[in-house]
């Protein structure tokens, strides 16, 4: 849908990014074959994974800072690249420093606390030693390199009621200003090898042109999208069967936004558009359906179907807008 309004190819239109769904970047191997600039974003986090983290991240100031874990990190190397090659330019949409799951509304996300050790040393970075820094900082440059294509989560942690950063080991800033964060992240590069790990061994080179918009986008075979069939004749979870669950019509306001008022001396003839890419896509937007119930759509887990246009209900509306 979305290459039918920007055009298929290389320069027409943005990448279009997809979620791992958290079940491991090898799941998405060639999916699907011939589409057109899909990017895959995976979020590698060692804060989420149950673990006590009791390793030392302050092993001194030397080659050896960090402890284990730059190492660890290096691991998450092989499997971007081996996704960088069998599905195409995947990345890495979220990654912080947080060896552990200490931090200011932050603990117990999105589980119980696992953390071993004290967190108030984690959320106060005032008496962080050299050491604590220099670790903290090689396994900034160990993460930077296994993924290589990334953004840091988060810029900038602003201040807590108590005056200071409570989540140190998120803030890109903070790590700036107080030299555990590289001033320039090429440093990165290499930096999985000079610990001995094995990390990312992408050369930049995708095996199919698809991938990146070239011979072959746009060509993806029916037979590879037979099992995600539109609208989808089962959800997880959802219930109930497709048929009886709430639907919508496509007959409501497509929202664009306005022209820009242009003021040039002297006066030129801009063509600004109306906001509209492709003049032929004439499809109304989605609206609700007059007469039917909807449960909230920010808060709907696990409540019950609408008794009216849901469960069997029938509207008192024309199938057509059904």
């Given amino acids: 849908m979305i290459r039918g309004i920007t055009g298929i190819g290389e320069g027409k239109g943005p990448y279009i990014s997809i979620h791992d769904g958290f079940v491991g970047l090898s799941s998405w191997a060639s999916f699907p074959p011939g589409s057109d600039r899909i990017a895959l974003d995976t979020h590698p986090y060692f804060a989420f994974g149950n673990s006590p983290a009791t390793d030392p991240i302050d092993t001194g100031t030397g080659p050896g800072a960090g402890g284990v874990w730059p190492a660890d990190a290096c691991g998450w190397g092989g499997g971007v690249s081996a996704s960088q090659s069998a599905f195409g330019v995947t990345m890495a949409g979220e990654f912080s420093n947080g060896f552990n799951d200490c931090g200011l509304f932050l603990r117990g996300v999105p589980g119980s606390h696992t953390y071993a050790g004290n967190c108030d040393d984690w959320q106060d970075s005032s008496n962080w030693t050299p050491g604590t820094k220099a670790g903290i900082q090689n396994l900034a440059l160990a993460q930077m390199d296994a993924l290589q294509d990334w953004f840091f989560w988060t810029w900038k942690v602003g201040n807590s009621t108590a005056g200071i950063v409570e989540s140190p080991l998120w803030s890109y800033q903070l790590g700036l200003q107080n030299g555990w964060m590289p001033t320039d992240p090429r440093e990165s590069a290499g930096m999985c090898a000079s610990i001995g790990a094995s990390g990312n061994t992408f050369d930049g080179t995708?095996?199919?042109?698809?991938?990146?918009?070239?011979?072959?986008?746009?060509?993806?075979?029916?037979?590879?999208?037979?099992?995600?069939?539109?609208?989808?004749?089962?959800?997880?979870?959802?219930?109930?069967?497709?048929?009886?669950?709430?639907?919508?019509?496509?007959?409501?306001?497509?929202?664009?936004?306005?022209?820009?008022?242009?003021?040039?001396?002297?006066?030129?003839?801009?063509?600004?558009?109306?906001?509209?890419?492709?003049?032929?896509?004439?499809?109304?937007?989605?609206?609700?359906?007059?007469?039917?119930?909807?449960?909230?759509?920010?808060?709907?887990?696990?409540?019950?179907?609408?008794?009216?246009c849901g469960a069997g209900a029938t509207a008192t509306v024309a199938p057509a807008r059904r």
């Fill in 206 to 308: 995708y095996p199919q042109p698809y991938m990146t918009g070239g011979a072959g986008a746009g060509t993806i075979a029916p037979s590879a999208t037979a099992e995600f069939p539109w609208p989808p004749t089962s959800i997880i979870d959802a219930g109930a069967a497709v048929s009886l669950l709430p639907t919508y019509t496509p007959t409501g306001t497509v929202p664009t936004l306005p022209p820009p008022s242009l003021t040039a001396t002297p006066t030129t003839s801009v063509d600004v558009g109306n906001g509209w890419f492709d003049p032929q896509d004439t499809t109304s937007a989605m609206t609700p359906v007059a007469g039917c119930e909807y449960p909230d759509a920010w808060g709907a887990t696990g409540v019950p179907v609408p008794p009216v």
